[in-house]
Structure formats: C-alpha cells, structure tokens
C-alpha cells in the first residue's frame, strides 16, 4: 500500500462543514488502497485570536508562553478531524506534535526540526489507522521536553518533514487555491493553473511572496526528493506537480539542519560590460537589452545600481566569444543616453575581459541570515575582490578576477565545509535551451521589502563582509544586493554606493545598524525607502534563450515603469519599482508572456 501525507490549511478546516469535508475526501484516499497521514492547521482565524487574547494580557510576552498558547490551535483542529472520521468508520487517532516525534531545536517560535522518531506513527498505519497531526509544532530535545512552534509555514513544513522521514509516497498539500498559478488571482483572475513546477523555480517564487508553499518545505522537498502536489481542498482537480530531482541518500538526522550550501560553481569563461552614467528615466534598459537580443547574445548576470542624482549604472555578464557582439551595442547606445538636455556628461563603456563568476548554491540558502555575509568574508581573506554581486533564494553569485578563481574556490569550499568537487558551470549562452520548459513560469510581485542605499562607502576589499555581516548578527535576511560599478575619489578616497533589499518590517533595524557602522567607519549615509515594490519573473526555460530579460523591461517601459534596481540569476529575473507601480508591473509582465488563462480563478472566502 501506498503512503500518503495530505496537507490542510486553516481555511480548509475552518468550520464543521468544512472538516466533514475534509474528513470524506481522507477516507476515499484510503478507500483507494492507501496509508494516510493528515497534517491539520488551527482553524480559520483561530492563531490570530489567540495572539490577540495574548496582547490583551501583555504588550511583549514571552516566546516561550505564546508557544504554549499556540500550540493548542491546532490540537482543536486535529481531535474534531478525527471525531469526523470516526464518525464514517474509519479508525483515525489525532497526536500533538510531541506525540507523533517531532523534535526540534529549543528555539521558541522559530524551531527547526531535528529528527522525527516515527516508531508510534508507523504502528497507527500498520493498524489501518489514519494519524492525524498537528502541524506547526514539535518538542525540544533535551530533558526538558518544551513544546515549540516551527514559525511560518509550519504546517507545511510539518507535512513535509513527516513525508521525508516516511518515505512517503507523496506529500499531498490543500489549500483554496486550485494549485500554483502563474501569479496571484486576486490582482490577475485570469492567472492560469501550472500543471508541474521544478522544486528551484518553486523556492524562487515561494520566497518571492507566492504563498500556496512556504520555502521552507519546498527545502525539504528539495533535500530529500520528496514528490509535492499543491490542490485545492474544494475541487477534485489534479492540482500541480512540485517536481524533485531525487537526491542522494541524505541522513535524517538534523534534518532541517542540513548544510546551507550544498556546491561551490563556478565559470571562468566570463566577460563583463558596464554601462556607467545612464539616465534614470524608462525604457533604458530595454533599449540596451533589447538590442542585444536582437544580435542573439545571451546575458548572464544583470545588475542595476541605485540612481545616484538622475543617473544609473547598468552591468552584465556574457560569454567571452559573444563580448565583441555585446561591447558593439553598448559602444552604439551610449552617446546617444542623455538624462536631459542640461546633462552634457555622456554614458561610458567599460569592458573587463578578463573576469569570472563564482557561486554558493543550496536550498538552504533562503531565509538563512549570514550565508552571504559569510561568502564575502571568506573572498575577503582570501585576498579575492568582489566586483559584481548577485542573489537568488538558492545561489549567491560574485564576478571576481579570472585569475582568483582558483583561491576563491578553495577558500568557500573550506568556509562552508565543502569537500566534493566544485561543479564547472558554463555561461548560459553555451548551454542548450530548455525546450520543454516555458519561458517564464510565474510573475511574483512583494510588496513587503524596503531598500537601503549605502552612498560613498570606501572601496576596499571586505567592506561587504562587514556590512552584511552585522545585519547577520540582526537576524535581518538580504534579499537583492546591487554594488555601483562607478569609483568615486572622495578626500583621496575611492568610494562606492551599494544597495540592498531587505524586508520592511526590518527596514528600521537595519538602517540603525547600518549607520552605527558608518559612523565608527566614517563612510557615507544609509538611506531607507520604505516604499518599493519587487517584481519577478522565475523560469527554467529561459536559460539559453537570449532576450527574456528584454521582453520584461520592454513591457515595463511602455507603461512608463521606472526600474529602479535589476538582479538576476539563471532563472530569474527581479526588477524594483516604486510602489504604487508594483500591481500594474505584476499585471503588464504577466500579460507580455501570455501567461493568462481562458478562465477566471476564484478563490473562495
């Protein structure tokens, strides 16, 4: 017999009716030959009553009650799920976290998990039982036997994890959405159903704001080959596939503790164009881009700097053999870049041919403060510059010198006890397209980030380590980083302006720790915008398909969309823009793909 593990949210759970619901759809899964495992959310809005309840009683309690009080959330949720089973005949046991071995670490409110003692659960299914679990919380290991919450996501996670140490069949995840849509259906009805997505592009738009999954069980999917299906617990559609490349036999022990870098890759057949002092005004990029496509040169990496007056640096990365193609175009478009008729000082080509990319991958990357501070600081002492930085939710990538590369693989290696080969990744100009994966897979749109703009910050090596290393010590998470290719002299001093993205909630903390390092370095000012808006699309097919990159700036500009930073990474591409523009940017991208469907999606109350 077959092992599932089915997932239901608080939505899917959220009154009697909706539990009998989800109580006849468990029992046909066994009537169809199968062991059933069912993760169970608090009901509705239970979590936020329940924090509610607690901010009447103190302004700041302890993680440690608020864990106490939480977990009861669910344990409501999975002794009625089990009562409605019982009532159709079918033996069913609800367990807490604790009852069913989910150990994790003592950290209150954000636990990771460690291992999953499944003795008690594998007897229940020997018996015909259906277990019934309640997610989003485990116990510490230890004497002291704590009850903890596994944070956002939880449930997922939970349903994940059981699914991993059972070697589950599949792990089957309902919400109120019919699977994972090309975009958010409330800002785009017409946002159409996915039938597969691969586990990479799933992590980039869950950490994007996609919510169906929380990146964190996407990792374990990841980790450990886990088969995923998203569906929607109010139809009997097929849902989407999430897709795992099956992984080598992975421990697990600690296992949500897994190493956050998995490879070290790297590329030496690199070249590198910047464009300096372009105007800070629409359509410029998809100019340049768009010509570029044009000569069939694929780019790499893309960054755009924070404007400095009205001004912007634009850099890209192509192979070396396609350098002469790429270098023609931006020598062509330069004189004629003007911000305006008073700006007199035209654009400027620079060209390193000699560079390299070196990058840290891993699904465990994401949502793990320090990975990056700690890359920087390991290049650092390695004697190894950093001249182009570029983030994703599974890869760091830098642009250093060629002839560094060696030093900088064996430092990272070390730094992140690597002890398998590094792994030769070629430009994506010389790798073969990706005929059966769409262009783009998904927009995603995050309205819940601010940027931080680092002015006239000394051009020395380890000056990134520093100052990602003490947002890492804040528990702050850096989403996009942008370092201005421009050297400005100040008091004999070389300087640059660097950029980051961070979440808003943590906007104001970061900015405080940044200015405290600028005044005991006597660097420059941090500048927080509060109101910015990210858009992204995410596919694996656009690898090795030159003008994707140019097709978005390209929508973008005809609305009169100003980009205020771009990053990119091999199947992704983020753009910044002002806030009010973050709905109609989501909006037009996803229209410029043809990514919409013949049919509305409603998403019940």
Not at 591 to 598: I, R, S, Y
């Amino acid at each position: 017999m077959a092992l599932i593990v089915q997932k239901y949210g608080g939505t899917s759970v959220g009154s009697v009716e909706r539990i009998q619901s989800v109580a006849r759809r468990v029992c046909q899964t066994v009537a169809s030959g199968n062991h059933v495992v069912v993760v169970v959310s608090a009901m509705g809005k239970t979590t936020d009553g329940l924090v509610g309840l607690a901010r009447e009683i103190s302004s700041n309690p302890s993680r440690r009650e608020m864990d106490m009080l939480l977990s009861t959330g669910e344990q409501v949720s999975i002794a009625l799920l089990s009562m409605a089973l019982q009532e159709l005949g079918q033996s069913a046991i609800s367990l807490t976290g604790a009852q069913v071995g989910i150990v994790t670490e003592s950290e209150h409110s954000r636990a990771r998990i460690l291992e999953i003692r499944t003795e008690r659960l594998e007897r229940h299914l020997n018996e015909g039982t259906v277990v019934v679990v309640a997610g989003f919380q485990g116990i510490s290991s230890g004497e002291e036997l704590e009850f903890t919450t596994l944070g956002r996501g939880g449930s997922d996670t939970s349903a994940v994890a059981l699914a991993a140490a059972l070697g589950a069949s599949q792990c089957e995840i309902y919400t109120d959405v019919p699977g994972i849509l090309t975009t958010d259906p409330r800002l785009v009805p017409q946002a159409q159903l996915m039938d597969e997505i691969t586990c990479d592009e799933m992590l980039e738009l869950a950490s994007l704001g996609a919510k169906v999954l929380h990146p964190r069980a996407v990792e374990i999917a990841r980790n450990y080959g886990v088969p995923l299906v998203v569906r929607s617990s109010w139809t009997d559609e097929p849902g989407t596939r999430v897709i795992s490349e099956v992984s080598p036999t992975r421990s697990l022990h600690n296992l949500e503790i897994t190493k956050a870098v998995d490879a070290i890759e790297f590329d030496t057949d690199q070249a590198k164009v910047a464009l300096l002092r372009v105007p800070d005004r629409p359509g410029i990029a998809a100019r340049l881009f768009g010509e570029i496509a044009r000569r069939n040169v694929d780019v790499d990496l893309i960054i755009q700097s924070i404007h400095d007056g009205n001004l912007n640096d634009i850099a890209f990365t192509v192979v070396s053999g396609m350098l002469p193609k790429a270098e023609a175009v931006a020598e062509a478009i330069a004189p004629v870049l003007r911000s305006s008729p008073q700006q007199t000082q035209e654009a400027e080509v620079t060209v390193d041919r000699r560079t390299a990319k070196i990058s840290i991958a891993g699904a465990g990357i994401v949502g793990r403060p320090g990975i990056a501070a700690q890359m920087f600081a390991a290049l650092f002492d390695a004697g190894v510059n950093i001249e182009m930085i570029s983030t994703s939710e599974v890869k760091v990538s830098c642009v250093i010198d060629r002839e560094d590369c060696d030093r900088a693989i064996s430092a990272l290696c070390l730094a992140f006890d690597l002890h398998c080969s590094p792994v030769h990744m070629p430009n994506t100009a010389s790798v073969p397209p990706n005929t059966n994966a769409p262009l783009v897979r998904g927009v995603a749109l995050d309205l819940n980030q601010a940027r931080l703009a680092l002015r006239r910050i000394p051009d020395v090596p380890g000056m990134a380590a520093k100052i990602f290393g003490v947002l890492a010590q804040k528990n702050i998470s850096v989403d996009m980083i942008i370092q201005s290719q421009r050297c400005r002299i100040i008091d004999d001093t070389p300087t640059r302006d660097l950029a980051c993205t961070v979440a808003r909630a943590d906007a104001e903390t970061a900015c405080n720790a940044l200015r405290d390092l600028a005044e005991l370095w006597d660097w420059g000012e941090v500048v927080v915008d509060p109101h910015v808006a990210k858009v992204s699309i995410v596919g694996a097919g656009m690898v090795g398909h030159p003008g994707v990159a140019a097709r978005m700036f390209e929508a973008l500009a005809q609305q009169g969309i100003n980009l205020q930073m771009i990053a990119t990474s091999e199947i992704k591409v983020s753009c910044v823009v002002a806030e009010e523009e973050g709905v109609k940017a989501l909006q037009v991208i996803h229209q410029a793909f043809n990514l919409a469907g013949k049919e509305t999606v409603e998403v019940p109350v």
